[in-house]
């Protein structure tokens, strides 16, 4: 029981810990704190030491309740035995919160966490090492919470510190890039983003050997980045050799390594190649199954992650529902919300066809993202797609396109104040919601290959929920026509009769519901005189077009980028043109302008010219 014996045993099982071998970890840890106790009965700083070791550990392999208890049995110890703001205590508190942020207790998190920061500033100073690890952690906190202005400061202000105190160069510093940059991949701001996470990497390359497990890190983050940008080459290059690097430090089993599985499995489902994103879902999984208690949250999150490229790929969708209800049942008894789950367990319902669990799930899902704290806008949008897709297929037109409205200003919220409102008078607003799906779908198809884009499920699934808005929008003004006046029952009847039965069978229209449509229509010109119809006949235009022209529309928009996969997901506004030309047959084309900010100011230094040459 020398106390030098046990400092090595600890110092041992700190280096295994590292190496993800928990069970040599945990065994020498127990042995230490027996060792402390025996050595120093009653309270003493080196028996809260070992407390807080072993929670740790107990934290790391889910023995959560175990690792509560060891940490609050340290802190009441050296609140007893120490002065009131010394550092030990913080270091405690820092622990309990990064445990209460695994329990999804948030509120917690934040009160101990912010106390743990109060005390190092009190007792380092309100520029140390100690702050900027302490503002690390408050910035993941606000990260998970989706408060990315809060989490931002936090970041930016370690970054600062650390740059301040050890120079620009230090690997401190690299890490806060890391933590800054991944935070803007959240946010959408991946050309800034790109640009930390390469300044991190050059500092971990000069500061440690090539191959090292700090690089590691620095590739895993910045490969899956370029996946997100739809640079697939040099992601897949970026994260091979991540997990190269990995292996080479760890061996084949490391917590680590799972994470860069699980990140080449995120890159390869965005190419479209399922069974090589399923290949590194399972490797990912089996790593931490090999490595942690199948009740532990890291193991439930690659549970639902497989599921969810299983049921990408189309397979195995048995086993994709075992994994999920085993990954539900984890996280809930957890006490997680597990609302991400509950809704792709509803999505792999919807998709077989068993439209009353997914309804139940899919309602569930909705109502814990509801509830949970920050903006969960997107996930909500999503929920409510797979909720209006189930109403449409039932034949419930104008119930889906309630839901798809609802949805829409989810996911819209949070962009430019910009709010869908489901009312009567946004319901008549055919050309509002067009826009929106115009600039949906236009953003789609410009972050798309040109090869990719026929098959895009993207596309695919904004032509299916543009068709039911569509269909909503017809059937309410329809409604409204029948009872408003009788001379157009029949028509409003037939354009309805056919419009349905396009959407039965799969499709936005036919040419008997358009022909329908149409002959509606033109009825309702007639009877407003000097009101355009908004059935166009294309080659009737063309034809009253003078030889060698063209006709152009000249349309500015926002687009939205769903590649950004988080609140923030507007392009900056663009000018398009359509053009329509005067030679038969020609289709009409869609052209990209450019950035409208700067012909703005073109356009606006012209005209000062011609206001100015006027004078």
Request: hydrophobic content about 40%; proline content about 4%.
């Amino acid at each position: 029981h020398h106390p030098f014996i046990t400092l090595a045993r600890n110092n041992l099982a700190l280096l295994w810990m590292h190496l993800s071998r928990y069970k040599e970890a945990r065994e020498a840890l127990v042995a230490c704190l027996a060792e402390a106790r025996t050595a120093h009965q009653g309270d003493h700083p080196f028996v809260a030491t070992a407390l807080n070791n072993l929670g740790d550990i107990d934290s790391e392999v889910g023995k959560y309740k175990e690792a509560r208890a060891e940490f609050d049995e340290a802190l009441a110890m050296q609140r007893r035995i120490l002065p009131e703001n010394h550092p030990e205590i913080a270091h405690t508190l820092n622990n309990l919160a990064l445990l209460e942020f695994t329990l999804e207790d948030f509120k917690a998190s934040e009160r101990d966490q912010t106390e743990a920061l109060k005390i190092r500033r009190a007792a380092f100073g309100p520029k140390s090492v100690e702050v900027a690890q302490g503002l690390n952690n408050l910035g993941a906190l606000y990260q998970e919470e989706t408060r990315y202005v809060d989490s931002e400061s936090a970041y930016r202000q370690a970054v600062d510190i650390y740059s301040q105190l050890e120079g620009d160069g230090h690997p401190d510093v690299a890490m806060s890039f890391d933590n800054l940059g991944n935070l803007l991949v959240k946010m959408g701001r991946y050309p800034e983003a790109e640009g930390l996470l390469r300044r991190a990497l050059a500092i971990r390359h000069a500061a440690f050997p090539k191959g090292s497990a700090d690089e590691a890190t620095s590739l895993n983050n910045l490969g899956l980045l370029l996946g997100r940008m739809g640079r697939f080459d040099e992601a897949l290059s970026t994260l091979n050799e991540s997990v190269a690097e990995y292996t080479k430090v760890f061996g084949p089993s490391h917590l680590q390594l799972a994470n860069a599985h699980g990140n080449l499995a995120i890159v390869l489902s965005l190419m479209g190649r399922w069974p090589d994103a399923e290949a590194h879902s399972r490797a990912a999984l089996t790593t931490v199954n090999s490595l942690l208690p199948p009740e532990t949250a890291e193991v439930a999150t690659r549970e639902a992650n497989l599921a969810s490229d299983l049921i990408a790929e189309g397979t195995h969708l048995d086993e994709a529902e075992i994994l999920l209800k085993q990954a539900q049942s984890t996280q809930e008894g957890l006490g997680h919300d597990a609302a991400a789950t509950i809704e792709v367990r509803g999505h792999l319902a919807l998709i077989q066809g068993k439209l009353d669990v997914a309804e139940t799930l899919l309602k569930q899902g909705e109502e814990k993202l509801r509830r949970r704290p920050g903006d969960n806008s997107a996930d909500i949008a999503l929920t409510l797609s797979d909720l209006g897709e189930i109403q449409a297929r039932r034949g419930r037109w104008e119930d889906a396109f309630d839901i798809f409205t609802k949805g829409l200003d989810d996911r819209l919220r949070a962009l430019d104040g910009y709010r869908f409102e489901a009312s009567e008078s946004a319901v008549s607003s055919f050309g509002e919601i067009a826009r929106i799906y115009l600039a949906m779908a236009m953003s789609a198809a410009k972050h798309l290959k040109p090869s990719d884009v026929a098959d895009s499920t993207l596309l695919r699934t904004l032509r299916q929920k543009g068709a039911a808005i569509d269909a909503g929008v017809r059937l309410r003004q329809i409604g409204r026509l029948q009872a408003s006046d009788p001379k157009l029952q029949k028509l409003a009847a037939e354009a309805r009769r056919t419009r349905e039965a396009a959407l039965t069978r799969g499709g936005a229209t036919t040419p008997e519901s358009d022909a329908a449509e149409a002959e509606l229509n033109r009825a309702l010109t007639a009877q407003k005189p000097g009101v355009l119809s908004s059935a166009v006949d294309v080659e009737k235009v063309r034809a009253g077009l003078p030889p060698e022209t063209a006709l152009v529309e000249f349309l500015k928009i926002s687009g939205v980028n769903f590649f950004a996969n988080d609140a923030r997901m507007v392009d900056p506004d663009e000018y398009v043109a359509w053009v329509l030309r005067s030679e038969p047959g020609s289709h009409a084309e869609l052209i990209f302008l450019g950035p409208a900010a700067s012909i703005d100011a073109s356009i606006k230094s012209l005209r000062l010219a011609f206001a100015e040459g006027g004078r």
